[in-house]
């Protein structure tokens, strides 16, 4: 467990089912004192963490695109994902639980530190979907919204992997290791593979077959199956227009956020095109850009193609911040008269 890493505790925090139950959200700071710099909020994916500046290392730390010198840099961990190695914090009544139910519990932890404003929310694949469903909920909170290989939405082909995932999870004797694998052929692309792997053969097997293996036992040594189960579900579950049916229009229409939107153009999971109708529909009443990262690897390829994200990300800080954080001051200012 990382030595910085702190814990808000909900000692009755209600879901949006009703059920009430007490759960821990872990969290890290980075640069920057909360309070003394515009915050840079950073939503991990689905086997991520708040170690931002381990596993985005190319982008966040000093002088770099995320520059820990000029920002505070926040970052929760979604309750349950198992981060903190406790397992009192782990949640196994994982059915009750959706990504609503995540943003009201990010919600309360920023109430709890007098965070009222947040400058630029970043979030890839599950994170920028979680950025949707906490604007949704809080329409002031963010200046701008960064959703990178992510939608507002589950569409019907999250949806249906999700449910393979839980198949598996719940009879696999080796739940863990074949649904990361599972998951994997989504995450990346056939392109990718084939340019990665060329049909190479070790010995007997397939190197392709070889990765695969790899990546399954690496992720049982380091995720539990309550997490991953977990996290599956709010996965599938995501839906930031709620009763509002397929009408984020009607969500976006509270907020004054920016929404830059980067998708990738082989991505299988979290397809381009979503995003591109998102960008439609909202183009004529949204402050909304829509950029594209250019990869053959498919939906992981915003932790690969670095080059690019940073050049996206940096035109967004240049053209986003300074608005932003002159509010931010404000709130600042008002926060220590009070």
């Known amino acids: 467990m990382p030595l910085n890493l702190k814990h808000i505790e909900l000692p009755a925090f209600r879901l949006k089912s009703g059920k009430v139950q007490e759960i821990s959200v872990s969290y890290q700071v980075f640069g920057r004192a909360l309070h003394t710099a515009p915050i840079i909020l950073l939503n991990h994916a689905l086997t991520g963490n708040s170690s931002v500046t381990d596993w985005w290392s190319e982008l966040v730390g000093d002088d770099k695109v995320i520059d820990t010198k000029q920002f505070t840099v926040l970052a929760f961990d979604i309750p349950g994902n198992g981060y903190d190695g406790n397992i009192d914090h782990l949640i196994f009544n994982y059915q009750d639980w959706t990504l609503f139910d995540v943003g009201a519990a990010f919600a309360k932890a920023l109430q709890l530190l007098n965070i009222s404003f947040i400058d630029l929310g970043i979030g890839g694949s599950i994170g920028g979907a979680l950025l949707w469903e906490m604007m949704a909920q809080q329409p002031e909170l963010f200046g701008t919204i960064v959703p990178i290989a992510a939608d507002w939405k589950a569409t019907d082909w999250v949806i249906a992997c999700c449910h393979i995932q839980e198949l598996i999870l719940s009879t696999s004797s080796k739940p863990v290791e074949l649904a990361r694998q599972h998951a994997m052929t989504f995450y990346r692309s056939p392109q ?147």
Request: aromatic share 8%.
């Open 192 to 338: 990718g593979l084939q340019s990665k792997f060329i049909r190479g053969k070790d010995a007997s097997s397939f190197k392709v077959q070889k990765w695969l293996d790899f990546h399954g036992i690496e992720l049982k040594k380091r995720f539990s199956l309550p997490a991953y189960r977990l996290l599956n579900q709010l996965l599938a579950s995501a839906d930031a227009a709620g009763n509002h049916g397929e009408d984020i229009a009607a969500i976006t229409a509270t907020s004054q956020t920016v929404i830059e939107l980067i998708a990738i153009d082989s991505d299988g999971f979290f397809v381009a095109h979503e995003d591109r109708r998102t960008f439609d529909l909202l183009k004529r009443e949204k402050d909304i850009n829509y950029h594209e990262i250019s990869s053959v690897h498919g939906h992981d390829a915003f932790l690969i193609e670095h080059d690019q994200v940073k050049e996206i990300l940096s035109g967004i800080f240049q053209n986003r911040l300074p608005k932003s954080s002159k509010i931010a001051c404000n709130k600042i200012r008002w926060l220590k008269s009070a």
